[in-house]
C-alpha cells in the first residue's frame, strides 16, 4: 500500500512543491523521513507516491482525532511514548540540516507533518515548502515568508531571513503541543490563551506550570524529565535565534530527559519489589535494608516517597512517617495530607509536619479541633509555629470553638503573635466581639498602636460607641503604661470634654508634660477641636503652649490656616499672654527679632478699626511702600505686626519707621 500526493498541474506554486520534494527525497534516505517511492509528471498530471504510514499525524493522537481511511480513534499517548515520537523526529530534523553535504530547511514543521507508522517511528513529511542551501558556510536564506501561524519564527517573520534555527522554534512548539495536548493555535480560547507558545511560555515564567500540562498525563512524568523538557521547549522557543540550540543539541536533551524517565520507571519496579519483600517480612523500616534506604534517598518520584510513607503508617512506625514528612521534599503534599487525614493517626505530628510546610493550616486545624485533640492545637500554636496562630484562630471561628479556649490560646503565645494577621482573621469573619486585656506583658506597644489606629475590629464604631465616656480613666492609665501619647492626645481634643482635661492636665499627672508636647504637635480635624485645646491651656497657664498650637496650624498648610477666627483666637491670646509687660520692654523683645531684612525695622504699624464686621487695612503714612498695615490713626491703641511671630503686637507711642 502507498500514499499518494497529487498537485495542481496548472499552479506555479503547486509545480515548485512537485519539484522541490523530488529533488529532497532523491537525495536523502532516512528512517525518520518519508520515504518518496515515486513520481509522475506526465499529461498535465504531478503525483507523488510515498510509502503508507498507517498511524497516521502525531496531531492525530495528541487530541485524539479520527482518521478519515480508519475512521478510528486513538487513545491518549502515555508521556514515553511522546518521548520517542519526539527524538525520532528531532532525528530525522537534524539529518535535514546536517546529514548530507547540502543542508536543508524544512519551513514547515508542525504535528500534522509528522507521520507514525505501525512501529511508532517519527517519520517527518511534506517538503513542499522546503529550501536547501548549496553548502553548511551560508547561515541563511532570504525569502518570502511561508509556513503556518503559529510556529512562525519571530526572527524569520520580520527580518525575511530563513535559518535552521527557524524549524528549532517551530520544533519548541511542537515540544509544548506534546507536553500541553493542544494546538498550537486555538482560536475558541480568550486572546490571551489562544497562541500556544505564548500562554505556555508566560505560565512557565509565573511557575505555574501544573496548568498547561495534559491532565492524561497526570502522575506519568519523572520530575527530573519534565525539569529537561520543559528546559528544552524554552530554549528553542527564545525570540532571537542565537541563543537557541541546534538540531542535534535537541536531539541530545530529549535523550537525556527519556533516560530520566526510564531511571524512574526502573526505581519504582525496584522499590516496589523491596517494598513487597518487606510488607511480606514484617520487618521495622527504621532498621531496613540498606537497599531500600538508597532508593528513596537517591530518588526524587513523588509516588515513590507517597508509598514509603504509606507502607510505614500502615506498619504502624510513626516515628519514620513523622521522619519522612519533616525531612522528605519530593513527596506530594495534598495527596500524603488526605491520606493522613483518613488515616486517623493518634499522633498528630506527622500531619502536622505536612500542613505546616505546605500551607495546609486551616484543614489541619478543622481536622485536630473536629477529633478534639486540642493539645495538639495548643503545642502547635505554642512550639511548632506562632507565626501561624492568627490561621489557627480563624478556622476556630469558622468551627464555633469556645470563646475561653480561642482567648487562653492567644494570650499563651504573647507577643510572638502578629497582631495585624490576627486582626484581619477576625475582619474577614466579622467577629468584632472577642476582647483581650491589654497588658504589655502579652503586647507591645506597637501592637497595641496597630489596634487602636488601624483596626475595624476594636476600632472607634465598636468601642468608642460602646464605652466613650465610660472608661476615660482606664483608657488613661493603659496609654499612660504604654508610652502612647500620640493617641491619648489625639482622644483628648476630640472628645472636647473639661472634665477629661482637667484629669491630663492635672499638675500631679506625672505623663503631663508628654501629654502636652503631644497635643502642641498633633493634627487638628476641625477649628472647634483646635480652638478648645487652646482655651484649656490658657486656662491652665500654659500660654505659650497655646499660641504654639495655634501658630502650628496658620503657619503650615491645612484646612485651618486660612481660618480668620483662628488668627483673632492667636492675636487674642498673644496680647493676654504679653499684657503684664511694660510696652517699652516688649518692643526691646521684639526688636532683637529681625524677620524682615528688606527694612529698618522688623514691624509695621497698624491700627484695626472696632466696627462690627471685619476689619479692613489701608496703608498707614508711616509704613514702608509694599507692607500690609492698619487704618491710620482711628483710635488710641496701636499694633505692631510681628512678621515672624506673624500676630499684632499693642504698644504706645510707637516710634516713627524711617524710610
Known amino acids: 500500500m502507498v500514499a499518494i500526493k497529487r498537485l495542481n498541474a496548472e499552479s506555479k506554486q503547486g509545480a515548485k512543491e512537485f519539484w522541490m520534494e523530488v529533488k529532497m527525497l532523491s537525495k536523502l534516505r532516512h528512517s525518520n523521513l518519508v520515504a518518496l517511492i515515486g513520481y509522475c509528471n506526465e499529461c498535465q498530471e504531478m503525483i507523488l507516491v510515498y510509502e503508507y504510514i498507517v498511524l497516521g ?23 514515553e511514548e511522546r518521548l520517542d515520537i519526539c527524538i525520532g523526529a528531532a532525528r530525522g530534523l ?32 511534506d517538503f513542499g515548502l522546503s529550501k536547501g542551501t548549496t553548502s553548511h558556510s551560508i547561515t541563511h536564506i532570504s525569502t518570502q515568508v511561508k509556513g503556518t501561524f503559529g510556529y512562525f519564527d519571530p526572527e524569520y517573520f520580520i527580518t525575511q531571513r530563513l535559518t535552521a534555527k527557524s524549524d528549532v522554534y517551530a520544533f519548541g512548539v511542537v515540544l509544548l503541543e506534546v507536553l500541553c495536548g493542544r494546538p498550537a493555535v486555538d482560536r475558541k480560547l480568550c486572546e490571551e490563551q489562544m497562541s500556544l507558545a505564548h500562554w505556555a511560555q508566560q505560565c512557565i515564567k509565573e511557575g505555574k506550570l501544573a496548568r498547561v500540562i495534559d491532565p492524561s498525563l497526570s502522575g506519568q512524568i519523572a520530575p527530573r524529565c519534565l525539569k529537561y523538557f520543559v528546559a528544552l521547549a524554552n530554549n528553542c522557543l527564545q525570540q532571537s535565534s542565537k541563543p537557541r540550540p541546534t538540531m542535534a543539541e535537541v536531539l541530545s536533551s530529549l535523550q537525556l530527559a527519556l533516560i530520566s524517565q526510564q531511571r524512574r520507571r526502573t526505581e519504582r519496579k525496584t522499590f516496589q519489589r523491596v517494598m513487597d519483600l518487606w510488607l511480606k517480612e514484617m520487618k521495622n523500616i527504621s532498621s531496613s535494608s540498606g537497599q531500600l534506604k538508597d532508593l528513596l534517598s537517591s530518588s526524587e518520584d513523588p509516588e515513590i516517597h507517597f508509598k514509603y510513607i504509606k507502607a510505614a503508617t500502615n506498619a504502624g512506625q510513626i516515628e519514620e512517617v513523622e521522619r519522612m514528612t519533616r525531612e522528605s521534599n519530593f513527596y506530594d503534599p495534598e495527596k500524603t495530607k488526605n491520606f493522613l487525614i483518613k488515616a486517623k493517626l493518634r499522633n498528630a505530628r506527622p500531619l502536622m509536619n505536612v500542613c505546616d510546610r505546605f500551607g495546609f493550616v486551616p484543614d489541619l486545624t478543622h481536622y485536630l479541633y473536629s477529633n478534639n485533640m486540642l493539645r495538639y492545637i495548643e503545642g502547635y500554636v505554642q512550639k511548632v509555629n506562632p507565626g501561624n496562630a492568627p490561621l489557627v484562630v480563624g478556622q476556630l471561628l469558622d468551627d464555633n470553638c469556645p470563646e475561653d479556649f480561642i482567648k487562653g490560646l492567644i494570650l499563651s503565645v504573647r507577643s510572638l503573635l502578629t497582631i495585624e494577621s490576627l486582626v484581619d482573621e477576625f475582619e474577614k469573619r466579622s467577629a468584632p466581639t472577642l476582647y483581650l486585656p491589654c497588658s504589655p506583658s502579652r503586647f507591645g506597644s506597637s501592637h497595641l498602636a496597630y489596634v487602636f489606629q488601624e483596626s475595624t475590629w476594636i476600632a472607634y464604631p465598636v468601642l468608642r460607641a460602646s464605652c466613650e465616656g465610660q472608661c476615660d480613666k482606664e483608657l488613661i492609665n493603659v496609654t499612660n503604661k504604654n508610652n502612647l501619647f500620640k493617641l491619648q492626645a489625639r482622644y483628648v481634643v476630640e472628645r472636647m470634654d473639661g472634665d477629661l482635661w482637667a484629669m491630663v492636665l492635672n499638675p500631679e499627672n506625672e505623663f503631663r508634660r508628654q501629654l502636652i508636647d503631644q497635643v502642641v504637635s498633633t493634627e487638628g480635624k476641625s477649628l472647634a477641636q483646635v480652638s478648645a485645646a487652646a482655651r484649656v491651656f490658657m486656662a491652665a497657664d500654659l500660654r505659650h503652649e497655646s499660641i504654639g498650637l495655634l501658630k502650628k496650624f496658620m503657619l503650615q498648610k491645612s484646612a485651618l490656616s486660612g481660618r480668620f477666627n483662628l488668627q483673632n483666637l492667636r492675636t487674642k491670646m498673644a496680647i493676654k499672654a504679653l499684657e503684664a509687660r511694660k510696652y517699652t520692654e516688649a518692643f526691646e523683645f521684639f526688636e532683637k527679632l529681625t524677620p524682615n531684612k528688606n527694612t529698618s525695622t522688623p514691624y509695621t504699624y497698624a491700627s484695626p478699626t472696632y466696627t462690627t464686621k471685619s476689619p479692613t487695612y489701608i496703608a498707614h503714612p508711616r509704613a514702608r511702600p509694599g507692607v500690609i498695615v492698619g487704618p491710620a490713626r482711628t483710635t488710641h491703641l496701636h499694633y505692631v505686626w510681628d512678621s515672624r511671630a506673624h500676630l499684632w503686637v499693642p504698644f504706645a507711642n510707637a516710634p516713627m519707621v524711617k524710610r
Open 57 to 79: 499525524t502525531l496531531a492525530n493522537h495528541l487530541y485524539r482525532l479520527n482518521t478519515t481511511e480508519s475512521n478510528t480513534s486513538f487513545s491518549p499517548l502515555s508521556w
Open 94 to 125: 537534524d539529518h535535514l540540516h546536517s546529514g548530507t553535504s547540502q543542508s536543508f530547511i524544512h519551513r514547515d514543521v508542525k504535528t500534522t507533518n509528522i507521520l507514525i507508522d505501525k512501529n511508532w517511528v517519527a517519520k517527518i513529511s
